[in-house]
């Protein structure tokens, strides 16, 4: 009898054991869809890296060696008001507006390039270690993403590093394009999948996964890259999504899933 009982109570105990390992690969992070609400014309040949909107002006950086260029555009119209090519072989990355400077990253090439933010005029480079993927600016520092699941902080002057955060969840996530929200967010592409992660850059948490699958119809899906470009519209709780050589840009929201 009393060796029934000690088998009964290692069986509970493993029981126990295998349903709290189990409980904790639980995946709670709260799920949310985009709600298209706009659409505009996006250039086809653009293969986006990067969005920032910056009062009425929107920016937009491209890659591809010999095709990567910055340009900005009049948000209402979609007019362009400068632009400034990369020469190749510079791969052209993500981009964000500090100040009186638009900070433009390279992929491989090591280098980020410091241009004047009206006329998109280059005042200088600076060098880094590994791969720019996304940059934005959130409370007087830069964030910056590699690929990885890190974000790294970058002084907006001098383009030192100040420090680094990583996911506390979802490490399997190669975060690209940034965008530094009014909510104190961080919002990254998770390339090359159609996922949105919303960040709190203190912590690394994820504090939301958005679902952009299906902006595109079938019909317009073929020579297309992945979704990449994400920016809020001041003001308001809406983003502009787009891809690499999409057609559209959308205006959505982020709302709960169903």
């Known amino acids: 009898m009393e060796r029934m009982r000690r088998?009964?109570?290692?069986?509970?105990?493993?029981?126990?054991?295998?349903t709290g390992a189990c409980g904790a690969d639980v995946d709670?992070?709260?799920?949310?869809?985009?709600?298209?609400?706009?659409?505009?014309?996006?250039?086809?040949?653009?293969?986006?890296?990067?969005?920032?909107?910056?009062?009425?002006?929107?920016?937009?950086?491209?890659?591809?060696?010999?095709?990567?260029?910055?340009?900005?555009?009049?948000?209402?119209?979609?007019?362009?008001?400068?632009r400034a090519d990369l020469p190749a072989p510079l791969f052209g990355e993500g981009i964000t507006r500090a100040g009186a400077t638009l900070w433009q990253l390279t992929w491989k090439d090591r280098v980020a390039i410091a241009r004047d933010a009206v006329t998109l005029a280059e005042r200088g480079r600076v060098g880094y270690d590994g791969e720019g993927w996304g940059l934005c600016t959130r409370a007087e520092r830069l964030v910056m993403s590699d690929g990885s699941h890190t974000l790294t902080f970058r002084d907006p002057v001098t383009f030192a590093v100040t420090g680094s955060v990583r996911l506390t969840s979802h490490r399997d996530a190669r975060l690209n394009e940034l965008d530094c929200a009014a909510d104190g967010s961080v919002y990254a592409n998770d390339w090359p999948s159609d996922r949105i992660l919303r960040i709190d850059p203190e912590t690394g948490a994820v504090l939301a996964v958005i679902d952009a699958g299906g902006l595109l119809p079938p019909t317009e899906r073929a020579g297309v890259d992945a979704l990449n470009g994400i920016a809020q519209v001041p003001g308001t709780d809406h983003?502009?999504?787009?891809?690499?050589?999409?057609?559209?840009t959308f205006e959505v929201r982020f709302v709960p899933s169903a």
């Open 28 to 82: 709670d992070t709260p799920r949310l869809r985009v709600e298209v609400v706009g659409t505009r014309p996006h250039d086809p040949n653009a293969f986006t890296e990067g969005l920032e909107i910056d009062g009425n002006v929107l920016y937009e950086s491209t890659g591809l060696a010999g095709e990567s260029r910055v340009v900005a555009m009049d948000l209402a119209s979609g007019a362009p008001l400068a």
């Open 239 to 248: 983003f502009l999504l787009t891809g690499k050589h999409w057609p559209t």
């Open 7 to 18: 088998s009964l109570a290692v069986s509970v105990l493993i029981t126990l054991l295998a």
